[in-house]
């Protein structure tokens, strides 16, 4: 019985000691779609500033965003027709900034056909909020001569699988 009692404990230990990093990218894992970019007075973007060097914010409102951690790659479909439309390839790479919640910084850079990497391009953000369902980044940006972070707010598209018991 004291055998079983110290196993049980041993499992639940190891068990709850995965680190909150790897939490955070499972969670990100999937396919998103970003809501609103914000400023910090929670004021909604739609201005002609361009983010990634790609398009302008406009151009980013209901883009698909999809996430793959084995890979570390990913690609975004900007969808608005008045925009450059059409699918982005990227790579990226995170760093946990904070042990408590898992958040984590993290690169963004394109890459072209087969995976080559943009020369000279890489975008760097920082996780701020992340659950099932939504997400948040933060990027700074010089807005109006002064630094300005951006949030960029996501909702999940492929929610997880429940099932009834």
């Known amino acids: 019985m004291k055998k079983l009692i110290i196993l049980l404990i041993g499992f639940a230990v190891f068990s709850c000691g995965s680190s909150k990093q790897g939490v955070a990218k499972k969670e990100i894992t999937g396919k998103w779609s970003i809501e609103s970019i914000t400023d910090s007075n929670g004021v909604k973007l ?11 914010l406009v151009c980013f409102h209901d883009s698909i965003w999809k996430f793959d ?18 699918k982005r390839k990227f790579t990226y790479n995170s760093q946990e900034i904070n042990k408590l919640n898992g958040y984590y910084n993290f690169t963004i850079v394109p890459t072209l056909k087969k995976g080559k990497k943009v ?33 960029i707010n996501f909702k999940k598209l492929n929610k997880p699988n429940i099932t009834a018991i």
Do not use: A, H, R
């Open 46 to 56: 739609t201005n002609d500033l361009s983010l990634l060097n790609d398009v302008s």
């Open 69 to 86: 951690p084995n890979t570390n790659s990913g690609e975004y479909n900007i969808n608005d027709l008045y925009c450059s439309f059409g």
């Open 119 to 151: 020369p000279e391009k890489s975008f760097k953000f920082k996780l701020v909020n992340l659950s099932l369902t939504t997400m948040q980044w933060q990027y700074n940006v010089i807005l109006n001569k002064k630094i300005t972070p951006l949030k």
